[in-house]
């Protein structure tokens, strides 16, 4: 297949690590199967240009902290995987635990769960039983916030990743656990969720990203949501990466006819951290909840597109993303509501709150609006205010010292997205992994 | 038996001194309570005691003890003894009452060891029995949305809880009907006893009737004018503060 034409002169710093003889490399270590997409992949990578400052959704982002060099990948496990820790304090044990982007342990499903047909396997493994659905659905929706390179760059170098199918009429009460670890060295991993969930199903997938080590890694992942007829899924991304990793995450959740999809995304960890979200609401009664929570400290820095787009009349999207800012850290948040033109009666909200723990971090807020319909109801809005001087000192007064304090103020800033989540024990198990960040 | 000195306290916020030298000294086991009218500088005194950092002590002293507590943080003047009932309490919302004592109690324990979480809650449950305080409060926010009443009645859940030596109480009785005044006041009186001094601000004599208290003074403009027992407060209520004020002026 020839390769699309490129825009620019490949060029080493346009590829870094992942040459063509990489790439030739990677591919010699996966089943025949991939390879035609995966070719494809590298040639867009290969031509696409890296991001530069003057692109409209690369504003504010530290462009020199996106290096594509000094990685390595597939780069073997060394230890048992079942020492990923960190894990979430869950009863249900992960399903999948991958380790530098390959299939470390595997839990079986609850016989209930199995016996009405979930799946939840590799997707090297959907590839070959379900070719359809994982054509239909494995990256198949446009990547419309900045990243395409990069999602290419996941595309080519994917090891493997998680795939999760509940069919017709299946709910899933207990929370699908997933874990992404990377480990060694400069490790580069691609990890990858594609969560299908057929008309009137539920599922809760807790998707947890972490190091088994203190090295800087380059994590670019990516994960599908779709939510049939009436499915109802809920998505938890927990990122916690290194302090030394890079990391890129691409989401793209497509709601159809009253489907409810609620996504929270965590984000503890890496230095440096860019989250795109696309929720595309392509049937009436679909609605799509978008929440995130991050806690930026020393010189990190959280970079966050979204992109809310209407397509069908009588939708609902609401997202609410709040940063707790200390230290000298960065975040960006660049959202857009786009309501196509027989999008009427849509409701959109978009919000984002940062709260400024210290003087010497800086929030970025670039919210946006693209209305075509005319009977619609859009809100955005952002806020950035530093702690209430007398809520702090109300909590000191009672003994409790400052750092408590605020992390207490944080949580209390924290707790209107948390509140949102139905299930008890992924709120408190949450909790537990903040908690763990302020270092407890 | 702890006492908490105030030594000729001066206290300013920016460059406006409003508490003009001060002296009192506390010792647990008895009541104290300061009269005065508003603007007076009652509050102002009781929040630079407990280390708020709008103001800045110019002169003077606090000691507990015979301890000066003034190099230390509020937060640990607060594990040193002292509690604030505000007069006006912050509202945070998005932190329970439940999390926020149970802090407030693990700042007051020693390094690596936890609060035994059902003794906590028995203990939390059978102090909002006593003050009449819904139960279910302990999973709401801490003061965000509470009547004026349910703020001061969780002043004093807060305070049962921590089991301060010095509590210094700013206006516990505003706000209160009668009923709510009764239940605040048998709170209060439940508390007192040899470990534990109080400091009860307030401009009507109305609370005093409920709790009694040893000694009253009278503050106006930042400085206190007058001190005397119980019956300064009924005098006070018939006569009013400009009785003071004249016969300061005369002498
Ligand atoms: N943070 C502050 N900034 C400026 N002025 C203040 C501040 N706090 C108190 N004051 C002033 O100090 C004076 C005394 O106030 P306060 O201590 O609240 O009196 P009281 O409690 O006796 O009614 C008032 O004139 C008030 O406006
Ligand atoms: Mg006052």
Redesign the interface.
Known sequence: MAAAPALTTPSTAAVGSFTPAAFAEHLASVPALWHERKRSAYARFEALPMPTRTDESWRFSTISGIKLDGYVHDQASTRDAKAAKGAFSLAAEPTLTFVNGRLGTRNALRDSVAAAGVVVCTLTEAAERHPELFRQHFMAQPQKLGSAKFAALHEAFIADGAFVYVPRGVQVEEPIVLIHSAEGPGTAVFPHTLVIAEENSKVTIVDHFLSNDEFGHFACGANDLYAGHGAKITYVAAQSWSMESLSMQFNSTVVRRDARVQSLNLHLGAKQARHESLSQLQAPGGFSEMLALTVATGAREFDQRTLQIHQAPNTKSDLLYKNALLDKARTIFSGLIVVDPDAQKTDAYQSNRNLMLSEDAESNSLPGLEIQANDVRCTHGATSAPI????A??????????K??HE??V??????VLSRLENEELHSAIRGLIRRRFGK | MSSLEIKNLHVSTGDKEIVKGVTLTINTGEIHAIMGPNGTGKSTMAKAIAGHPDYTITQGDVLIDGKSILEKESDERAREGIFLAFQYPSEIPGVSIANFLRAALQARMAEGEEIDASGYYKRLYQKMDLLKIDRKFTSRSVNEGFSGGEKKRSEILQMAMLEPKFALMDETDSGLDIDALRIVSDGVNSLRGPNLGILLITHYQRLLSYIVPDHVHVMIDGRIVKSGDKSLALELESRGYDWVKQELATA
């Open positions: 209430d001087a007398d809520q000192f109300y909590l000191k007064s009672r003994g409790i010292p400052e408590a304090a207490l103020l949580f209390g800033f924290f707790e209107d």
